[in-house]
């Protein structure tokens, strides 16, 4: 007699980093996969691609016990699966699926970089205790501009297991954890209602998980680099502090390393570098701010409108550390200059608007 798929939703050990043995028995013995898990799946191909996959390399991380979305794309696709589940695998061997057992809290994926097209991963980064370890590998096994697509759940589902990092699987710290690991995200949709679902006004935090396709950015997406840097560049809380100087300065000196046409990104990264100044690292400050005061002093310079502006947001920024890096009546040269220079309006208003807030 067939039966569904299902998880045993027991455990002997506490969890742990001893995947393989908390996730062992983790699926019950069947051979027919259930309808929800069918519907998501068909879901997920529907909402995230445009046509038929075919020969593709495709990997799912997690495959679990029903064959996960490989079951469906096996047919026309070179398919790999991992699960640190030994029930799983068993499960899916029934279903024609030969699937490797690994633990990725420990182990790294085993293949060579840039290996695959698309990479699956549901509802399993909140299962691992070192989720920034596994996001590394699938990076380096994924290739430029491969397709990452997964689910996590939402911390309103009281999720078992338990998550090991709960702040993390809020929708915002996820995406910037995407984010940070240079993952374009084209796509976030919320699949099902969490047991809040009734209570909650927003509709973005209804779901019970949220499905994210990202693309795996290569050496030619300064673009959305520059665009991730300014997003944590402008995090701010209630007092106006920089909240997350750090991952810009990561972000925007990325950008401005693939393509040095991005000024914008070379000047931002400047300023996101006062936070690192002001903890006594100093080298990479002072050589960007001497490029600044070059082009600033030089009215020929190509981007002296810019160096200018730059400047004196460098020395607003540092201000309130008590450091004043240009003197008063130097910087009173500096806006003067500014504003008589063309297309400055929107500098000279941003000027202004900081100077009154740091007057406040």
């Not at 699966?81 to 085993?110: F, H, M, Q, Y």
């Not at 078992?160 to 702040?167: G, K, M, N, Q, T």
């Not at 201000?319 to 910087?331: A, Q």
Request: hydrophobic share 40%; proline share 4%; glycine share 8%.
């Amino acid at each position: 007699m067939n039966r569904t798929i299902e998880m045993s939703g027991t455990a002997t050990i506490e969890l742990g980093t001893d995947s393989n043995a908390f996730y062992d028995d983790y699926w019950k013995e069947g051979d027919v996969v259930s309808q929800d898990t069918k519907k998501r799946n068909r879901a997920v191909l529907d909402t995230c691609f445009s046509g038929k996959i075919e020969d593709k390399r495709i990997l799912e991380i997690g495959i679990g016990g029903e064959g996960g979305i490989l079951l469906s794309l096996a047919r026309h696709n070179e398919v790999h699966g991992i699960d640190v589940s030994a029930s799983a695998r068993r499960n899916c061997e029934k279903l024609g699926l030969d699937i490797e057992l690994r633990n990725l809290d420990t182990d790294g994926l085993p293949f060579h970089g840039d290996f695959f097209d698309v990479a699956f991963s549901f509802e399993v980064f909140e299962h691992f205790a070192n989720p920034q370890f596994v996001i590394e590998e699938v990076k380096r096994v994924l290739k430029p501009r491969g397709l990452f697509v997964l689910s996590t759940p939402s911390p309103l589902t009281h999720h078992w297991p338990r998550l090991f990092y709960p702040e993390l699987f809020e929708e915002t710290a996820f995406r910037e954890f995407l984010m940070i690991n240079k993952f374009q995200i084209l796509k976030r949709v919320g699949w099902g209602e969490n047991h809040y679902s009734d209570r909650i006004g927003a509709n973005h935090l209804k779901a019970w998980s949220w499905i994210w396709a990202c693309e795996n950015m290569g050496n030619d997406r300064p673009d959305i680099l520059l665009e991730y840097g300014k997003y944590f560049w402008e995090q701010k809380d209630a007092a106006g502090n920089r909240r997350k100087p750090m991952e810009a300065i990561d972000l925007l000196r990325s950008a401005y390393e693939l393509d040095e046409n991005l000024i914008e990104a070379r000047w931002l990264l400047t300023l996101a570098l006062t936070y690192r100044f002001i903890n006594g690292e100093k080298e990479e400050y002072l050589e960007n701010i001497n490029r600044l005061v070059e082009g600033a002093n030089c009215e020929g310079h190509p981007h002296n409108m810019l160096c200018t502006y730059y400047l004196i947001a460098a020395h607003l920024e540092l201000k309130p550390f008590g450091t004043n890096l240009v003197p008063h009546d130097r910087l009173a040269d500096l806006i003067r200059h500014l504003s008589e220079l063309p297309d400055s309006g929107p500098c000279v208003k941003d000027v202004m608007e900081a100077l009154g807030h740091n007057h406040h």
